[in-house]
């Protein structure tokens, strides 16, 4: 069926295309969405204005089973603070999660925590804290939350064993204050939790259900 819709959403990835076409990746509300911007790349293009992390309304039109074509593009807002290099690649891993994780299902619940992550890593004086908080807060809407009743202190295979990334007393409190308490009261958890073994367990995790992140690699 052919049709236009309207959409909502923060761009998480562009690749140029041959002939000047753009191919953008959207996380939204409803869920993720690839979509051709034809020509994009032009210098006259509105749409290759797009960067990454800009908050945008957009229209697409789809037709049969194919790519939706990017008809119009409207910039809401942008994020300043992401162009520092750290906080733009932890931006990137958190995007590229959430972007996996966004079925139709979970990207209600998922959406809002992956905006006010974003708005984290970007102001935040130290932004590991708010990637750790978002990014198991976007495993746990995603369906994907790892089981805190084993008998250890290790995260391995969402279950805390024998094996896997060592987390401390401190790390698992953290963990379950994220996954169990609003994002306030989890806060003072985090503060002073192990936030580099929270995230190499949060990569583990993640990899290990949703297969290799490229963004993690570079970590």
Do not use: C, N
């Not at 959207?26 to 020509?39: H, I, Q, R």
């Not at 192990?194 to 490229?214: D, V």
Request: charge should be positive; avoid cysteine; glycine fraction near 12%.
């Amino acid at each position: 069926m052919e049709r236009y819709r309207l959409e909502e959403g923060v761009v998480v990835g562009r690749k140029a295309l041959p002939q000047g076409d753009l191919l953008l990746r959207f996380l939204t509300p409803k869920g993720s969405l690839e979509a051709l911007a034809k020509k994009g790349l032009r210098p006259s293009g509105r749409s290759g204005r797009l960067s990454l992390f800009h908050h945008v309304r957009f229209q697409v039109y789809a037709k049969g089973e194919g790519l939706p074509t990017l008809t119009q593009a409207e910039l809401v807002g942008r994020l300043h603070g992401l162009e520092e290099p750290r906080r733009f690649l932890l931006a990137s891993f958190l995007a590229e999660l959430a972007y996996r994780l966004a079925s139709p299902e979970a990207a209600p619940r998922l959406y809002p925590v992956f905006v006010s992550g974003l708005r984290g890593i970007a102001k935040q004086p130290e932004p590991l804290l708010p990637l750790v908080w978002a990014g198991w807060r976007a495993v746990k809407a995603g369906g994907l939350a790892p089981s805190l009743l084993g008998p250890g202190l290790r995260l391995q295979g969402g279950r805390l064993g024998e094996e896997g990334v060592y987390l401390g007393e401190k790390g698992v409190e953290a963990l379950r204050a994220i996954l169990h308490l609003p994002g306030g009261e989890a806060l003072p958890y985090l503060e002073t939790a192990p936030l580099e073994r929270l995230l190499l367990a949060l990569k583990a995790h993640a990899e290990e259900a949703l297969g290799p992140l490229r963004a993690a690699a570079l970590l």
